[in-house]
């Protein structure tokens, strides 16, 4: 028997994941909190996933970050499902459980909302309707934490209506469904305005949804965080608008995950976004 202790080990899997920020977010948390832990990006492979998942438990890992493209896959290959990742339809945080099993867990929404606590503190859930720009994996934890939260109706608009129209199918009567070229007309009269889909990404197309329709006092969230003050966010703060930036969301769905593998609940705070922006 060795007389040194495993040092747990996490990570996140994705591919492609170098871009990712996670690791430098594990990493501050290991130093402010002198907890003994690794957290590594892995790029693995669609055909790869559920081999390197029952294998990295072998290896010392205590659970994983999952993301872009994988998230849906996780699911299927977890053998404990919560409430939560299973209203989503996707998973992106796993534990490995003691007895070989893997838990599936999804906490994008837990992080959208506190997210929103910290950067909009007036905000409510209940004031009035939310508009969601996008119909995939992020729009429905948005979705989901929106109506547990108390949001009277959500409008949806997607590129694809049919992705749309399923979350109303799935989500039930207080989603109501626009077509893309009506999604300016949507944020009329919108409490809470929330951009899920790519555009506005570094890389990516255009965000060029006319924002003519925003209200003074709205809230306006962004989930893309590269750029960190998206041409959305700009508009909104012209208009008036509670701006919050979608690397807050990051950091706030890391915590439970942080929690479970490795026994600290940590704080977001000042200096943990300044490590993450400069990593």
């Given at each position: 028997?060795s ?5 747990p080990?996490a ?6 994941i170098?871009h990712?920020r996670?690791?430098?977010l594990?990493?501050h948390?290991?130093?402010?909190y002198?907890?003994a832990?690794?957290y590594?990006p892995?790029?693995v492979?669609?055909g790869d ?8 438990p072998?290896?010392?890992f205590?659970?994983v970050n999952?993301?872009?493209?994988h998230?849906?896959?996780a ?8 409430d939560?990742?299973?209203l989503?339809?996707?998973?992106n945080?796993?534990i490995f459980r003691s007895d070989?099993k893997?838990h599936?867990?999804n ?5 959208f909302?506190a997210?929103l606590?910290q ?5 409510t859930?209940?004031a009035?309707s939310?508009a969601?720009l996008g ?5 429905r934890?948005i979705?989901?934490s929106l109506?547990?939260?108390g949001?009277?109706?959500?409008r949806?608009?997607n ?7 399923a ?8 989603i109501v ?8 007309n949507?944020i009329?009269g919108?409490?809470t305005?929330?951009n899920?889909?790519s555009?506005g990404m570094t890389g ?12 003074p006092g709205t809230t ?5 965080y ?14 008036g ?5 979608g690397?807050?969301?990051?950091l706030?769905?890391a915590?439970?995950?942080?929690e479970r593998?490795?026994g600290q609940?940590p704080e977001?705070t000042?200096?943990l976004?300044?490590a993450?922006l400069n990593a």
């Amino acid at each position: 028997m060795s007389d040194h202790p495993r040092i747990p080990i996490a990570g996140v899997i994705g591919s492609p994941i170098a871009h990712s920020r996670s690791p430098a977010l594990f990493r501050h948390w290991f130093q402010q909190y002198g907890v003994a832990g690794h957290y590594v990006p892995l790029d693995v492979a669609a055909g790869d996933l559920e081999t390197v998942l029952r294998t990295l438990p072998k290896a010392g890992f205590v659970g994983v970050n999952v993301t872009i493209p994988h998230k849906i896959r996780a699911l299927e290959i977890a053998d404990v499902i919560s409430d939560r990742a299973a209203l989503i339809g996707a998973a992106n945080t796993l534990i490995f459980r003691s007895d070989g099993k893997i838990h599936a867990d999804n906490t994008d929404g837990y992080g959208f909302i506190a997210n929103l606590k910290q950067y909009a503190p007036g905000w409510t859930a209940n004031a009035g309707s939310a508009a969601v720009l996008g119909a995939g994996g992020a729009a429905r934890a948005i979705v989901a934490s929106l109506l547990e939260t108390g949001a009277p109706e959500i409008r949806i608009s997607n590129r694809t209506r049919a992705r749309a129209d399923a979350l109303r199918a799935e989500f039930g009567a207080r989603i109501v469904v626009y077509d893309w070229v009506q999604a300016g007309n949507m944020i009329e009269g919108a409490t809470t305005v929330v951009n899920t889909t790519s555009l506005g990404m570094t890389g990516k197309q255009e965000f060029r949804v006319p924002l003519d329709a925003l209200s003074p006092g709205t809230t306006c969230c962004d989930l893309v965080y590269s750029p960190l003050r998206t041409k959305f966010l700009i508009a909104a703060e012209e208009a008036g608008c509670v701006a919050v930036d979608g690397l807050g969301m990051l950091l706030h769905q890391a915590v439970p995950g942080f929690e479970r593998w490795f026994g600290q609940r940590p704080e977001v705070t000042d200096s943990l976004r300044d490590a993450v922006l400069n990593a």
